[in-house]
């Protein structure tokens, strides 16, 4: 049998080559690589219209963007955060890694959002924010969510790293809360290469984060304030642009590999998908499958297939960020049963722009096989 070909989970967008190195040359001539230079400023100013956003601060990747996002509060140190652990590892590691806690709430089962009707049993007196996630490009119910912030005097900060480009009655994910973040990381719907933004309403927030990605350097001779640094640089900001005049494409293209999957599979015992509000304008960044015990192979039986043939899904998010190694009876888990079974049944289908239909047909055989056979 001739060795068949690899399919990933996903697989970076990219202008054409020619594209790349011709947007590129200026910097040969200017040597200005980094440091807000005008590539920079340029893809701040053309991302704040496609995302329909006041102010967004570019950083050198989606995580020191929501470091940085959560640390331009300010929090008291040991502050609560609450925030769900069916997320990528980042969202938790960056509560803790600002001396924060994460006190974990559950999600609906329907969707994978953080329970609403959970999170006003988890409020203390130390709690600082909520930081929810939008997971698979899905949406967090915003309202309702900031109807409890301004109850109790809370920020907040929303994990928006799937979202880029997904709207809410026709206005952009990240209006809603104190702050969103969003990746621009390569496996991302858009991408900078390595990049991530922070998106706020108001200009003060805007020029602390800028402190913080630039160590406070407001002038030759003068430090303001303590910072680090985060600064998109200007290859990936080129990318950034470049990908941009793409990205309408791109997520179409997905659309298409996304509704065949949805046609295929939505009929098939053992399996279903997450609900889809139709406010929503969608990104089709992932392709989330839910496998219930009427699919004989399992998930991880599904999974274990298609891997022996060559195709690479994903057990997102498996394990909960709560129960990793590193977290370990380290912070209080509370009643987390809806997340811990969708950890234990959601497989991540590859999806990506250009994705050949005689591959994508390789991949709904294997799924559709198990179940006839
Ligand atoms: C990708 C991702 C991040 C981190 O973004 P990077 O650009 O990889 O640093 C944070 N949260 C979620 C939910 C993500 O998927």
New binding site residues.
């Given amino acids: 049998m001739s060795e068949q070909k690899r399919i990933f989970v996903t697989r970076s967008s990219m202008p054409s080559y020619e594209e790349y190195i011709e947007a590129i040359k200026p910097l040969w001539e200017s040597r200005w690589l980094t440091n807000m230079g005008q590539y920079h400023q340029q893809l701040e100013k053309e991302l704040s219209a496609y995302l329909d956003v006041p102010e967004i601060s570019l950083m050198v ?6 470091e940085m996002a959560i640390q331009s509060f300010g929090f008291p140190e040991g502050g609560e955060v609450i925030t769900t652990p069916f ?5 938790t590691h ?1 509560i803790v890694r600002n001396h924060l806690k994460p006190v974990f709430c559950d999600v609906r089962a329907e969707d994978g959002m953080i329970d609403i009707s959970k999170i006003e049993d988890l409020i203390t007196e130390k709690t600082v924010a909520i930081l929810p ?3 698979f490009g899905n949406l967090c119910d915003v309202d309702a969510i900031q109807h409890i912030a301004d109850k109790y005097s809370l920020k907040v900060i929303y ?4 979202a880029f480009g997904v709207t809410y009655k026709g206005t952009g994910v990240g209006n809603f809360g104190d702050v969103s ?1 969003f ?3 390569a ?2 719907v858009f991408n900078t290469i ?3 933004a922070v998106v706020c309403k108001n200009h003060d927030l805007y020029e602390k984060l800028y402190n913080l990605k630039n160590f406070g350097i407001r002038g030759e001779e003068l430090v303001v304030s303590v910072g680090a640094n985060a600064k998109m640089n200007e290859f990936a900001a080129i990318m950034g642009l470049l990908n941009l005049k793409h990205v309408d494409a791109a997520i179409a293209d997905r659309k298409r590999v996304y509704d065949k999957y949805k046609a295929e599979l939505a009929g098939v015992k053992g399996i279903s998908f997450f609900v889809e509000d139709p406010d929503v304008k969608r990104n089709y960044a992932y392709c989330p499958i839910i496998m219930g015990k009427d699919y004989s192979l399992g998930r991880d039986g599904l999974y274990d297939k298609l891997k022996e043939n060559n195709i690479f899904s994903r057990k997102y998010f498996y394990p909960l960020t709560s129960d990793q190694a590193c977290f370990k009876n380290k912070h209080k888990k509370e009643d987390l049963d809806v997340a811990r079974k969708l950890a234990e049944s959601v497989l991540v289908l590859p999806i990506y722009e250009g994705m050949e239909e005689e591959d994508q047909n390789r991949i709904l055989q294997l799924i559709i096989s198990d179940i006839r056979s």
Avoid: C, P, R, Y
């Fill in positions: 990747n989606g995580h020191m963007a929501l997320t990528f590892i980042s969202t960056a996630v939008h997971v994990d928006a790293a799937h973040i990746s621009f990381h496996t991302k390595e990049g991530g």
